[in-house]
Nanobody, 124 residues
Framework: QVQLVESGGGLVQAGGSLRLSCAVTGRTFKPYAMGWFRQAPGKEREFVAA????????YYTDSVEGRFTISRANVGNTVYLQMNSLRSEDTANYYC?????????????????WGQGTQVTVSS
């Protein structure tokens, strides 16, 4: 049974930083492509960032490019999202996702496993 465990959310002032973490538990011997999505109240879930299994390839949505950085641990299936220069519009519940795949995945339907989400609130 694969589970994703997220941590690192919280309340931060605009301009501040947060670092989210997501660890895959269960079938950790498989390589997983991983990504971050977010969902604000009253809005659909949207793509934020993704990384392939080696960490060499990343992809970001335009609104976070240059402010957020996705990375992964050298060993195992743990992924991080470093969020800098946070804005009020970044406020959302952030979800980690994983799929046994060698490529970068950016669409919700492409992922097999999801975390429970961690809340990020940016105060202006």
């Amino acid at each position: 049974q694969v589970q994703l465990v997220e941590s690192g959310g919280g309340l931060v002032q605009a301009g501040g930083s947060l670092r989210l973490s997501c660890a895959v538990t269960g079938r950790t011997f498989k390589p997983y492509a991983m990504g971050w999505f977010r969902q604000a109240p009253g809005k659909e879930r949207e793509f934020v960032a993704a990384i392939n299994i080696s960490g060499a390839r990343t992809y970001y949505t335009d609104s976070v490019e240059g402010r957020f950085t996705i990375s992964r641990a050298n060993v195992g299936n743990t992924v991080y999202l470093q969020m800098n220069s946070l804005r009020s519009e970044d406020t959302a519940n952030y979800y980690c996702a994983a799929k046994y795949s060698t490529v970068v995945l950016t669409r919700i339907a492409e992922y097999d496993y999801w975390g429970q989400g961690t809340q990020v609130t940016v105060s202006s």
